[in-house]
């Protein structure tokens, strides 16, 4: 077991919440076509809040804290709020489009500790990455970004999210990091909105190109592993809880709004109202994502794939159901192995009898 | 005996996880977990308590060690979150400018 994994282990045997993601703000400078957010402000927290919600999460036993937004330097007070999770000694990752930061922003960045700084490119092609932000210039801005945090020497990701408007150019985004020195992860996942609105999932990859990317080496690593058959579920991956959110993880809205994960907008408390640490532990919500184990999932428990998928909790809550399955990784399982999940024999199955049923009401007339 | 002074670097994250501490490099992701006493002496290290004077009231004290050998394995465990960049090192106090507060 890694020492990372150690951590985290140990972390959830005491309940500690170790990692937490807070959104400093759901405005944003670009549009992307993408975005699960609604932009306007509806009551950011404030300097004094943010602050007090840090000192509450490093009570709490917060190590790992994600900055992200919106865009979270459009915050007028973004530099005293980094420097205030810094002096907490918080390992921050700062995820932005940088479009807002050049040499002296960069600077301050690394003078301030941060571990590492994540920033969306969806296209080498300026056309195709403007095209998706909605902000022209864009890919050139923060791209010049990027160049000032490499040369501050900060660890830099760039994160590309696949979807149709941008289905051919993961490629070239990643020889561009290559080129870069920078780190590069692809993101497959078009989520629904945090309204619930599914309009966005029409903008999900499809099929092929998932079949592509998932036998990229340099993507997967090991794609003989990475795509072999399902395998056999024993009582260890039954008994295992599905990922970190609400177990050692969670996500703070810019209303103060706690969540299990920003994928998974299950409102477990607010922080206007509450204290994080009773949200913590005695949140009904979040002991109820703690109840969840693959054992006791309806369809998906006895699903080939249950051993290995990586089901989401947060997309089969926003499916309507947390025990449910999430059809998006179902997908992913299938692509990957050629096995189709339960849910989906599930479904091809009520469609067939569908077809096959006569019509409950029938209308027969002869004429003579 | 030289005195030596320690202070944490500025560029680490770190919190108490139970009885450690686990610490992170911010210069090059390494994760660090640091015992017991080992966590004494990191919360101590505020850049103006000399190490003997760590060793003696927060180590000795707290466990129960002989102090020649508590300094040693202190000495040995600060040279090696030196070499890391993690722990700043100086025969003169250290004057810190990014305020930290460990928890």
């Given at each position: 077991?890694?020492?990372?994994?150690?951590?985290?282990?140990?972390?959830?045997?005491?309940?500690?919440?170790?990692?937490?993601?807070?959104?400093?703000?759901y405005?944003?400078n670009e549009?992307?076509?993408?975005?699960y957010?609604?932009?306007?402000?509806?009551?950011?927290?404030?300097?004094?809040?943010?602050?007090d919600?840090?000192?509450?999460?490093?009570?709490?036993?917060?190590f790992?804290?994600?900055?992200?937004?919106?865009?979270?330097?459009?915050?007028?007070?973004?530099?005293?709020i980094l420097?205030?999770?810094?002096?907490l000694?918080?390992n921050?990752?700062?995820k932005?489009?940088?479009?807002?930061i050049?040499?002296?922003?960069?600077q301050?960045?690394?003078?301030?500790?941060?571990?590492?700084?994540?920033?969306?490119?969806?296209?080498?092609r300026?056309?195709?990455?403007?095209?998706?932000t909605?902000?022209?210039?864009?890919l050139?801005k923060?791209?010049?970004?990027?160049?000032?945090l490499?040369s501050?020497?900060?660890?830099?990701t760039?994160?590309?999210?696949?979807?149709?408007?941008n289905?051919?150019?993961?490629?070239?985004?990643?020889?561009?990091?290559?080129?870069?020195?920078?780190?590069?992860?692809?993101?497959p996942?078009?989520?629904?909105?945090?309204?619930?609105?599914?309009?966005?999932?029409?903008?999900?990859?499809?099929?092929?190109?998932?079949?592509?990317?998932?036998?990229?080496?340099?993507?997967?690593?090991?794609?003989?592993?990475?795509?072999?058959?399902?395998?056999a579920?024993?009582?260890?991956?039954?008994?295992?809880?599905?990922?970190?959110?609400?177990?050692?993880a969670?996500?703070?809205?810019?209303?103060?709004?706690?969540?299990?994960?920003v994928?998974?907008?299950?409102?477990s408390?607010?922080?206007?109202?509450?204290?994080?640490?009773?949200?913590?532990?005695?949140?009904?919500?979040l002991?109820?994502?703690?109840?969840?184990?693959?054992?006791?999932?309806?369809?998906?428990?006895?699903?080939?794939?249950?051993?290995?998928?990586?089901?989401?909790?947060?997309?089969?809550?926003?499916?309507?159901?947390m025990?449910?399955?999430?059809?998006?990784?179902?997908?992913k399982?299938?692509?990957?192995?050629g096995?189709?999940?339960?849910?989906?024999?599930?479904?091809?199955?009520a469609?067939?009898?569908?077809?096959?049923?006569?019509?409950?009401?029938?209308?027969?007339?002869a004429?003579? | 005996m030289?005195?030596?002074?320690?202070?944490r670097?500025?560029?680490i994250?770190?919190?108490?996880?139970?009885?450690?501490?686990?610490?992170?490099?911010?210069?090059?992701?390494?994760?660090?977990?640091?015992?017991?006493?080992?966590?004494v002496?990191?919360?101590?290290?505020d850049?103006?308590?000399?190490?003997?004077?760590i060793?003696?009231?927060?180590?000795?004290?707290?466990?129960?060690?002989?102090?020649e050998?508590?300094?040693?394995?202190?000495?040995?465990?600060?040279?090696?979150?030196?070499?890391h960049?993690?722990?700043?090192?100086?025969?003169?106090?250290?004057?810190?400018?990014?305020?930290?507060?460990?928890?």
């Amino acid at each position: 077991m890694s020492l990372m994994a150690e951590v985290n282990a140990k972390a959830q045997a005491l309940g500690v919440p170790i990692s937490a993601h807070l959104d400093l703000t759901y405005r944003c400078n670009e549009r992307c076509e993408h975005c699960y957010l609604e932009h306007d402000d509806k009551g950011e927290m404030t300097t004094a809040e943010i602050f007090d919600v840090f000192d509450q999460l490093a009570d709490a036993g917060v190590f790992f804290l994600v900055l992200s937004g919106g865009e979270p330097l459009l915050r007028r007070d973004f530099f005293p709020i980094l420097e205030r999770a810094r002096a907490l000694l918080f390992n921050v990752k700062l995820k932005t489009n940088a479009v807002l930061i050049r040499e002296a922003e960069a600077q301050r960045i690394r003078e301030l500790g941060v571990e590492q700084v994540q920033i969306s490119v969806y296209s080498h092609r300026p056309e195709v990455h403007d095209g998706i932000t909605k902000l022209p210039g864009s890919l050139k801005k923060t791209l010049r970004a990027i160049e000032f945090l490499k040369s501050q020497g900060l660890k830099v990701t760039i994160a590309n999210v696949l979807m149709r408007p941008n289905l051919l150019d993961s490629p070239g985004v990643q020889r561009l990091a290559a080129d870069m020195g920078v780190s590069y992860t692809l993101d497959p996942t078009i989520t629904p909105m945090m309204n619930g609105d599914t309009s966005l999932l029409s903008m999900r990859a499809p099929r092929e190109i998932l079949r592509e990317i998932f036998r990229d080496p340099s993507l997967v690593g090991n794609v003989e592993e990475f795509c072999a058959p399902p395998a056999a579920a024993d009582d260890d991956a039954l008994d295992a809880t599905p990922c970190s959110a609400g177990h050692t993880a969670c996500y703070i809205t810019p209303y103060a709004d706690v969540y299990p994960c920003v994928q998974f907008p299950l409102p477990s408390g607010n922080l206007r109202r509450q204290k994080f640490i009773d949200i913590w532990r005695n949140s009904p919500e979040l002991k109820d994502v703690r109840s969840i184990t693959a054992r006791n999932l309806p369809t998906c428990s006895s699903c080939t794939h249950v051993a290995s998928c990586s089901r989401c909790p947060g997309l089969a809550y926003m499916e309507g159901n947390m025990r449910g399955p999430s059809t998006a990784d179902c997908e992913k399982s299938f692509v990957r192995t050629g096995i189709p999940s339960a849910n989906m024999l599930a479904k091809a199955s009520a469609a067939t009898r569908r077809t096959a049923m006569p019509g409950l009401v029938q209308i027969r007339m002869a004429t003579t | 005996m030289n005195q030596k002074y320690i202070a944490r670097s500025s560029a680490i994250a770190a919190r108490k996880l139970g009885d450690e501490m686990i610490v992170m490099s911010a210069l090059n992701s390494t994760l660090f977990t640091l015992n017991e006493v080992a966590t004494v002496i990191w919360q101590a290290a505020d850049g103006q308590t000399p190490l003997s004077d760590i060793v003696q009231k927060a180590v000795c004290r707290e466990f129960d060690v002989q102090p020649e050998l508590a300094y040693q394995d202190a000495e040995a465990l600060v040279n090696d979150l030196a070499g890391h960049g993690i722990l700043l090192v100086s025969k003169q106090p250290i004057s810190t400018n990014v305020p930290q507060e460990t928890r």
